[in-house]
């Protein structure tokens, strides 16, 4: 009896196993690839505007020709990765799957014309969309279409930043505030590491971060603890202002949206003024810094997350103007994701608040770095193994710290309107 | 109203963050102190014992000590761990107050007459009972009190490995398998940090493990991939034999209790034999490696959780013998924890699958330590953060896999009764 019982719900989980393990090879090999693709592109884009500067000009132009392109191809797909969750609570139309193709080629023009955006939601998208097509070409059932789905934004988010682990954490934590369900977490992780690793094997880098900030034994009551309990403090105090900006952040990509809306009653004057509003936008700052990405330098002295992460990496205010552009050229219907710009907010405005209050820099860079996305996605786990995988272990306490204070004060709302409320955060 | 907005909502967050703070002051330093008292005593028992081994010859009578302990002054505090989870679940009785001493001074007997436990359930009663003493005293409403009693699981657990985000994680992971709920993370997190703090300041140290395996870029397809897709296979072969053995380890301890009760109506028997089983299982086995902690050596040579790390450092049935010796010691009364035991079953089998499967010992040492007692326990992220807080983050992603199949091959029974199912594992 009790090696039955053993042999019949044991066979039951490998045949489980088994099952996931074979549809995660082309989902996660399909997906990676077309992240490979879409890095690939994104970078030459990038280095083609570095060397063409005036491209910034035609922005307003670019952003008529995306809004037309998704009027007459896009259907649904407008939606992006909202409506990824959608189906994922409540099956409807499914993803439509041209969403993955278009919202990589909009995202590489958002950039080409330095649109500020990020890769995440593209490859969610991505993901989303390659996923829903297999689960049709398999014939899955309804609750393995959600599994599938969700697989495939755990393999897209992998893949795009070279994180697997927080891929599919990131996966079956972003579906609902305030809870985490365990149901898809092995099907996730399979695609993801594969979506990873397809990537790598297309040979497509990613950016490597580091903290150089080595804890010496020189602080507060050192002979008696083996953390720095000031230095705690100062983590939770920048952490409440990584949670206010992710609120900040999320408030104003809806609240220009509306504005823009109200504004222009013909459609695709919207995006043409939010091409113009980064012009001026860009003229009023006096450099490009803010625009597109934000990872690379345009020059020798840009300020990038990578700069960030050095003393007098950042302006003070770097991360207002990094917010301004991005909801702008996110809120006027411009293509890209929002998590690499908050990862730039993030990292700025711990650089800032670093000199401020006399912290390490490279840490309170890597913990806006997390928390700013943590607050404004409401991932809080997902973020801690971020920081692990992209940082090291070392101070995975202060990346908890930082990702769980910076959610309690986003409030509600964040950036995925089709995110449910599980479990509210008071 | 944008302003007003922030400030309502984030000011009742503060209050929030400000009153957990202060109660988890009182909290962490009383758990923190009482598990620094603990761990003390343990380790002086541990090595009294090695000193006067013949000590083990009075384990039977020990053990009927602990019952009378337990039958006289106890109340519902038999119940341990169980009663606790009981408490958040639906509050009832209340834990007792003399629950954490009861625990401490039992489980130091245990071990001082050589009984196979562990520690963390001690340090989770303990942080229990002081939770809702305090709780009382300082009149919590139903809801915080459930909320403090997690944070007295959380600095219990916390203070007792070193491992305060372990501890945070395991508290609102444990409750119910399959989800996890944000609700208490912050207050958790405080609480665990203090205890932790306080344990070190009182100058009790942990002990140190080591991954001493470095991966090299000579695996298979290795100039197109980061990781070692080989070593990934053979992580989750192992770690299906690790779920495995948590389900035979949490069914085991029911068993033998059962077939205890049902061989013997007079209760204090049943420890009384125990005792005797363990010292007939010793003289079979030859040596005292099974008995206690399994975490200090009695001689040079002694299997320990630490020698599993080194080629050699376990026998092929170690982790067989350490499951007979502490499903004994602990099915028939005796008291201690659960969880180093399963450490300490978990490196050993690591070491010998590591061996026969030609993988990296101490790398599968480490996963097995994790991944047994995330199964046993179902806590696959508690224990994927354990491993990067006691072995470095670099193979968070092998620790996450490792966790999370043990956990879907462990079964729905788990070491706590008490604990819900939130989602089934299928």
């Given at each position: 009896m009790f090696l039955k019982n053993i042999k019949s719900e044991r066979i039951q989980i490998l045949t489980y196993l088994l099952k996931w393990f074979a549809l995660s090879i082309p989902v996660g090999l399909l997906i990676g690839s077309m992240v490979a693709l879409f890095l690939w592109l994104l970078t030459t884009a990038i280095f083609f505007r570095f060397s063409?500067?005036?491209?910034?000009?035609f922005l307003p132009l670019a952003g008529v020709a995306i809004h037309f392109i998704y009027k007459f191809l896009g259907k649904s797909s407008e939606k992006g990765n909202n409506l990824i969750m959608d189906e994922i609570h409540q099956p409807g139309g499914g993803v439509p799957p041209q969403m993955g193709v278009l919202v990589l080629i909009t995202t590489v023009i958002t950039h080409l014309f330095g649109g500020s955006a990020g890769r995440e939601g593209t490859a969610v998208q991505i993901g989303g969309s390659i996923a829903q097509l297999l689960a049709k070409w398999f014939k899955l059932s309804a609750i393995d279409v959600k599994t599938l789905l969700m697989a495939g934004i755990a393999a897209g988010f992998g893949a795009v930043f070279g994180t697997p682990l927080t891929g599919a954490i990131f996966a079956i934590e972003?579906?609902?505030?305030g809870r985490l369900k365990y149901d898809a977490i092995i099907p996730c992780l399979f695609a993801s590491i594969i979506g990873d690793f397809t990537v790598n094997a297309w040979g497509i880098p990613h950016t490597h971060y580091h903290i150089d900030f080595v804890e010496t034994?020189?602080?507060?009551l050192a002979a008696y603890l083996h953390w720095d309990i000031l230095l705690i403090f100062k983590i939770i105090i920048a952490s409440v202002a990584f949670g206010l900006v992710s609120y900040v952040f999320a408030t104003l990509v809806y609240r220009i949206k509306n504005i823009f809306i109200s504004l222009f009653k013909i459609k695709w004057l919207i995006p043409f003024f939010g091409g113009i509003a980064i012009i001026l936008l860009t003229f009023s700052v006096?450099?490009?810094?803010?625009?597109?990405?934000?990872?690379?330098?345009?020059?020798?002295g840009a300020i990038t997350i990578t700069s960030a992460f050095k003393a007098g990496g950042a302006d003070t205010f770097s991360w207002l103007w990094k917010t301004i552009f991005t909801t702008v050229t996110l809120g006027t219907?411009?293509?890209?994701?929002?998590v690499t710009p908050l990862f730039y907010i993030g990292a700025t405005l711990g650089n800032t608040l670093a000199t401020f209050m006399d912290a390490p820099i490279s840490l309170f860079a890597a913990l806006g770095f997390i928390a700013v996305f943590a607050g404004a996605t409401n991932t809080p786990l997902a973020c801690t193994f971020m920081g692990v995988e992209l940082?090291?272990?070392?101070?995975v306490l202060f990346f908890a710290i930082a990702c769980f204070t910076a959610y309690f004060f986003s409030g509600h709302s964040g950036i995925y309107s089709s995110q449910r409320i599980g479990v509210p955060k008071l």
């Open positions: 063409h500067p005036y491209l910034l000009y972003v579906i609902a505030l034994k020189d602080f507060f006096g450099k490009p810094d803010y625009l597109s990405l934000g990872v690379n330098a345009e020059y020798d219907g411009f293509k890209g994701g929002e940082f090291g272990g070392q101070y």
